[in-house]
């Protein structure tokens, strides 16, 4: 099975701040990769997929990129909206397989 | 709009079964993949199974295979899961997911999730 190894597991920003999620494979996955956010409570949502294509109505401040093995997801400028968990997720090989999750907090 | 919504879990005695149901609207229904995800109680996401868009094809996690069945019906626009020989470790928060594609791959739509505890 492929393993998703997500870094920093939580981070404190502010509003405004520039943030950036890095999220590891054990073995090449192409840039079959994926980005959900999910807020307290609340069903997760897609944000990205194939690495760096936004989903139909997700705002432009959020990006990714990478290939291969390595990936990250960047928020431009983080609102008070943004403060979520977010989790990478292959779909390279089954079994599919998520990340642990990053939680973005309040500084 | 998508709307998934989830039915069918409750508290169940290790060892016994539960059928989990997803009705879905607001999209054709038989063009895509579907697929569970569970949520253990303050843990990250599980993906536990996927059916392609005519029912062909089943895929499962290693923690649930030989134990739980995915299936749908195109014609009711409901996905299924059968799981049997339960265990507390199955408990968990559980999600339908659409796919964007006619085979398992990328969720783009989220159920809000049945609970279900397993627990004696």
């Known amino acids: 099975d492929i393993q998703m190894t997500q870094s920093p597991s939580s981070l404190s920003a502010s509003v405004g701040d520039k943030v950036t999620i890095t999220c590891r494979a054990s073995?090449?996955?192409?840039?079959?990769l994926a980005w959900y956010q999910q807020k307290s409570g609340k069903a997760p949502k897609s944000l990205i997929y194939d690495s760096s294509t936004l989903q139909s109505g997700v705002p432009s401040k959020f990006s990714g990129s990478g290939s291969g093995t390595d990936f990250t997801l960047t928020v431009s400028s983080l609102q008070p909206e943004d403060f979520a968990i977010y989790y990478c997720?292959?779909?390279?090989?089954?079994?599919?397989?998520f990340g642990g999750g990053t939680k973005v907090e309040i500084k | 709009q998508v709307q998934l919504v989830e039915s069918g879990g409750g508290v169940v005695l290790p060892g016994r079964s539960l059928r989990l149901s997803c009705a879905a609207s607001?999209?054709?229904?038989?063009?895509?993949?579907i697929h569970w995800v569970r949520q253990a109680p303050g843990k990250g996401l599980e993906w536990v199974a996927a059916i392609s868009y005519d029912g062909s094809g089943k895929s499962y996690a290693d923690s649930v295979k030989g134990r739980f069945t995915i299936s749908r019906d195109n014609s009711k626009n409901t996905l299924y899961l059968q799981m049997n020989s339960l265990r507390p470790e199955d408990t968990a928060l559980y999600h339908c997911?659409?796919?964007?594609?006619?085979?398992?791959?990328?969720?783009?739509?989220w159920g809000q999730g049945t609970l279900v505890t397993v627990s004696s």
């Open positions: 607001g999209f054709t229904f038989s063009y895509y993949a």
């Open positions: 997720q292959q779909y390279d090989s089954y079994p599919l397989t």
């Open positions: 997911a659409k796919d964007i594609h006619l085979f398992g791959e990328v969720m783009d739509y």
């Open positions: 073995q090449g996955i192409n840039i079959s």
